[in-house]
């Protein structure tokens, strides 16, 4: 393996990756000392100190890329954290960090966006994303047009001489549509335009996307890498052709993340591959359970043969996480609070991807304006997590008849 972990010949897998990825020798060992520790420590810095005034104005002139210059370009804890998510992702140049999944959307955006442009936004996207196209992106001079995310090739006729950028966002994280990544991706090179992805349910253990033609990948970390719900961040892996304006942006914005929370990232992300399996095992029989029940209408599971999107999931995928929705056969606001206040074992509460498991009311025609949204009942939002799955299950059901009860 190279240092930068480009080598060609590079043919771990990606659990082997997980556990070997960032521990380089200049950020685990002690100069001139043979051997090391295991994993990175945290190296907390503002100011460096430069040798002499030469040094100092060489230091200055030269790349401050995976180098120490000052505190807001990293340390050694940083770096190691944003080295192994580039080699989770192949063809990823490098990756820059952000303080936030919103951040990273955002930074990633501004790199890529002029006024003037033009921005395809797909519609089922995570609600925040498109609050930064009509708040920030529109004020600038840049117009969002929203896309079907089953469009597909379609999306060829949406193109006009100032699409700048395609985002996607498969499966989207309240309704699970799964998107035709490699058909518009191929478009999008034939004509010029970059993609970005939001890529926080499949991560690149599940959607190497990058692979599949995109130029731009983004994870809010905060999800499955930190996997603990106790670190916000965020982050972007680019193709060599889009990593030097990434990190520049970045630069600009003043963009980092402390050495503590990168430390605790970095710790996640080792177990990422055993907890992904594991969620997904206990989400798939808890979709399959619900889909059985006749309170519910449909359960939003791309790994289920009854979702729309199955297809595409089976081909484009290595796997399925802990996130899905279902909706609910009839019912109202208060036969939906009566499932969701009574469970034991599920939190009610924003974000996923950690251990726990959690139940969010969901509504997401108040997100849409490309598409409608059309149900049989009000919906609800899961995340499974590393609990037993029989007691959620059992939990679910006593849920159930709750909402029976108040129907
Ligand atoms: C949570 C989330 C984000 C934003 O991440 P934060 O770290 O909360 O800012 C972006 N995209 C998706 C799909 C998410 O679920």
Redesign the pocket.
Known sequence: MSDDGTDPKDDRRPLTRLAQAGRRPEWTGMPGQPGGIVSPPVWRASTILYDDVAHLRKAAASSTHERLFYGRKGTPTAWSLADALTEMEPEAAGTMLYP??????GCALMAVLKPGDRLLMVDSA?D??RNFCEQVLRPWGVETVYYDPTIGEGIAGLISDNTRAIFL?SPG?LTFEVQDVPAITAIARDRGVTTLI?N??ATPLYLPALSLGVDIS?L????YIVGHSDV???SVSATEAWFPRLRQTAYLFGQMVSPDDAWLAARGLRTLGIRLRQHQDSALAIARWLEEQPEVARVLHPGLPSSPGHALWQRDFSGATG?FSFVLKGGDEKARAALIDGLAHFGIG????GFESLALPVDPARYRSATRWEAEGPAVRLHIGLEDPADLIADLDAGLARFRAAA
Do not use: F, Q, R
Request: glycine share 12%; aromatic share 14%.
């Open positions: 936030s999944g919103v951040a990273a959307i995570y925040p994303t966002e994280s939001d926080t349910w983004i809010a970390c905060t999800k916000m961040m965020g996130l924003y974000s996923w991807g």
